[in-house]
């Protein structure tokens, strides 16, 4: 069965520090993978999104993450992270051509980020 | 922009009741979806839906059931609340794509049962 791990449950940083948020699926077939992002209090949106092509994505507000198949992960990173990006992370991976339209999403990851 | 909206906010019901939680797109997506988002577990799939009057199950679907009589509706329902089916609900919508689609959430309903 298809499953992500997100092994970070809780980062905090300091401003201006940088930002990797691991993340791994496992299924050996074509993946869509996606981060999504929640900020207190509000709903869930689409950070970035990989299908096809460059392993390495760029998102909104900064963010980029980067595919690496031999090693089943899809690292969120940002290099200076900055008071607003206090939020939760979620990874999530949808196998293609799966014959489903569902997600697997993993567990994850707070991140608080200090002024 | 894609507006996923869900009946209710906040929502506290007594055990065994029976609860209805309604989400509506306005993007004429093909799919909907139904999570529970609990601390530590992450999104969990309840049911989702891929055509109207078409279900399928999704991870955790025991003590719920699903009705989407029209394109732009889905609904979950809980036939008897019970006290660990307290947590927060997220619906979903999604073209269809070949599972290239980004899913598009609405604000969530907290739902308490007592």
């Known amino acids: 069965a298809q499953s992500v791990s997100q092994h970070n449950h809780h980062v905090i940083l300091s401003e201006a520090a940088s930002l990797e948020l691991g993340c791994n699926y496992s299924y050996g077939g074509t993946v869509n993978l996606f981060w999504y992002v929640q900020y207190p209090g509000q709903h869930l949106q689409l950070l970035l999104k990989y299908f096809s092509g460059d392993p390495l994505v760029k998102g909104i507000k900064g963010f980029e993450a980067e595919f690496i198949k031999s090693k089943f992960s899809f690292n969120l990173r940002k290099p200076s992270v900055q008071w607003s990006d206090t939020a939760e992370y979620f990874c999530?991976?949808?196998?293609?051509?799966?014959?489903?339209?569902?997600?697997?999403f993993g567990t994850g990851t707070r991140l608080k980020v200090l002024a | 922009d894609v507006k996923v909206t869900q009946s209710s906010r906040y929502l506290v019901k007594r055990t065994g009741e029976k609860v209805f939680l309604e989400c509506v797109q306005d993007?004429?997506?093909?799919?909907m979806f139904w999570y529970r988002q609990d601390p530590g577990l992450g999104l969990r799939l309840i049911y989702f839906s891929y055509d109207v009057k078409m279900k399928e199950k999704g991870d955790i679907p025991e003590g719920y059931s699903v009705s989407r009589e029209k394109k732009e509706r889905f609904s979950l329902i809980l036939e008897s609340a019970s006290t660990n089916q307290t947590s927060m609900y997220l619906c979903?919508?999604?073209?269809?794509?070949?599972?290239?689609?980004?899913?598009?959430f609405g604000p969530g309903t907290r739902l308490l049962v007592l």
């Open positions: 993007m004429d997506h093909e799919n």
């Open positions: 979903a919508s999604s073209r269809t794509s070949g599972g290239h689609e980004t899913q598009y």
């Open positions: 999530a991976v949808n196998a293609s051509p799966s014959g489903t339209y569902k997600y697997i």
